[in-house]
């Protein structure tokens, strides 16, 4: 069933609604997101579409490249593949009861991986399943290894399945698969001399494996009766950070790539500045979290040459050299108060970026970081904020306006939801929605993507709305 339809997309054009059936493509039914894929590959298509009961074929036109522009309503088009494997680390094991129902689905779907860079583990595979990803190239799949080591691969999985590891990667290695590999790093059992093994054996497989990419263990205060697990300390990250500068100098000497790449939280943690721009190559696993800071603040660099200084405030300068306190609307004479909310982690980020942005603006922008109480004081990203952990961290505060990073209602966007801010769409982890945030704290609260040229636009839309 199609969930939705992209104004102006080929099959917008076309006439295919919201709600009608997807019945096949150019005369083949269509089982699974696979089959779609390949289908819509092609520049004309016939699609076999039901409305009410009644079946017709709509034909259409478009560019070899060009996605036809229908979301369904299951992301793999037939029934998910769920994950077998009962991780020590797993974060939905960590979840409260009560929250949303998709939240606690475990998805562990090969056919999703090259479309949306989501990691699989590969231990859920049948026979027929291995053989038709080799055989149709699935590339590039995204794989969650976490140690090469069998016995301590199966342990981190919970399951004796994941031992095939190796096999697994020669396998797509010999069929000319692409790979990017995740560790998630877990003080004590797949650090040290298992992660130099690790990284090393992954190297061998190169090029097939393209990269690594080490993101610290998430743990929440609701563990349970879930294994002891340590958290990355800042001394921890700091060490991670010299030996991966050491293994990136070796793979671009043998490999001509870096091929490891750390998370974002593991420099901010070791409070050590990210690395320039190239040591990223082509940011292959941005969606991980890696190097997102980096080409935010890269961003910020060029789009803040097009902004002026405001005059009114150079005039108001308390000296030479020393910039005046933004803020005030000569025209209005009165405070413009911006709230940019996010985690403890990424603020010291964006307060370097809003106060720059606020004293070129004459507007008083502050950030917000919000400790979460929901999951605990170990979890510091702005993804996992919940809708009354940013209530009562604003209750208090008086602003104009609260900008919100939409990687807190992520999973809206990814079921299909268009988040308008300005009609208060968007549902955070616990529920709550954006419209119900702005009416509790009785300021407009608008959702944008993480970057630096929408965070300007925002706060240029707003100030020109108000007079400003």
Partial sequence: RIAAVRAGSPAAEAGIREGDLLRGINGEPVGDVVDYRFAVADESLRLSIEREGKQFEVRLEKGIDEELGLAFEHPALSRMKSCRNRCVFCFIDQLP????????????????????????????????EWRRLLRLRLSPLYVSVHALDPEIRSRLLGTPRAAAIREQLEQLAQADIEVHTQIVLCPGLNDGAVL??????????????????????????????????????????????????????????????????????????????????????????????????????????????????????????????????????????????????????????????????GARMGAEITVEAVPNTFFGDRITVAGLLTGKDLAAALGTRRADLVLLPEVMIRESLELGEEVNAGAGSGTFLDGWTVKRLAEALGTPVRVIPASARTLIESVTAFLAGNGM
């Avoid at 689905?105 to 949306?116: A, Q």
């Avoid at 420099?267 to 991980?288: H, T």
């Fill in 97 to 128: 009861r009560g929250l949303r129902r998709t939240l606690y689905v475990k998805d562990d779907d090969y056919r999703l991986s090259p479309m949306h860079g989501t990691f699989v583990t590969l231990t859920n595979l049948d026979p027929d």
């Fill in 196 to 357: 130099e093994e690790t990284v090393g054996g992954l190297a061998s497989y190169w090029p097939s494996v393209q990269s690594v990419g080490i993101v610290p263990v998430g743990l929440s205060s609701h563990r349970g009766n879930l294994p002891d697990l340590a958290s990355l300390t800042e001394e921890g990250a700091g060490e991670l950070a010299e030996w991966a500068g050491k293994r990136q100098l070796e793979s671009l000497k043998h490999l001509g790539s870096r091929f490891v790449f750390l998370a974002d939280e593991i420099y901010l943690l070791a409070g050590l500045p990210f690395p320039p721009r190239r040591e990223y190559g082509d940011f292959p696993q941005l969606e991980n979290g890696i190097g997102i800071a980096r080409r935010f603040l890269d961003e910020w660099m060029v789009v803040k040459r097009g902004l002026g200084r405001n005059e009114s405030q150079s005039e108001r300068a308390d000296g030479p050299g020393r910039p005046s306190k933004p803020g005030r609307s000569d025209r209005l004479g009165k405070p413009s108060r911006i709230i940019l909310a996010t985690g403890l982690l990424a603020a010291p980020i964006l307060e370097r970026v809003t106060r720059e942005l």
